[in-house]
């Protein structure tokens, strides 16, 4: 969600992703894969990409250090899974848990112009209310691509 808030907002977008799940972030409108591990910079800069003007750091597990070093400074770089942001001087965010903004102001900016929605939210699989125990059974699998949604049935 947040690429493609990227993406509606005019920003070029590169999404990283494990090989296996690099379709998922193709089919994000606007979105060019590339795939993680050491060589994505490297990748990128084989793409004609020799600047990084941002990065969002979505997985956690030791990704700021490359990402500073590719955006040009902490200040560049937001995590929302990294507990030792600090360390690197990177922010931290937990949206509405820690009394920040929650992001939904964004929203509006992907709902779309000329009834054409500019974002997708990909959905893997779909469960009623009564079904939530089995509902986060399946959030749990790998890979965890794509929302496991629960349906409202009781309305
Ligand atoms: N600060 C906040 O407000 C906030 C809010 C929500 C979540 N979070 C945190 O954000 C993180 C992600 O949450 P989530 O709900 O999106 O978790 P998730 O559903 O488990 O997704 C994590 C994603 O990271 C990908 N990934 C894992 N290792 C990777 C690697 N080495 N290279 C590339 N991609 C990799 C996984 O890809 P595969 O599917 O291919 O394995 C998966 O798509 C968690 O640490 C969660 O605690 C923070």
Known sequence: M???????????????????????????????????GEGWMRSLRDGGID???????????GALPALVAAAGGPERVVTIADPAAAEHGVRFTRGSLAGEPTGHHGLTTIAGSGGRPAATMPIRATFPFSEAPAAHDAAQTRPAW???ALLNDRV
């Open 51 to 61: 600047r990084v003007d941002a990065a969002l750091d979505a997985r956690g597990g």
């Open 2 to 36: 947040a690429a493609q808030l990227a993406v509606a907002r005019g920003a070029r977008v590169f999404g990283t992703a494990r090989e296996e799940s690099l379709p998922v972030v193709a089919a994000l409108a606007g979105v060019t894969p590339v795939p993680s």
């Open 146 to 148: 794509r929302r496991v």
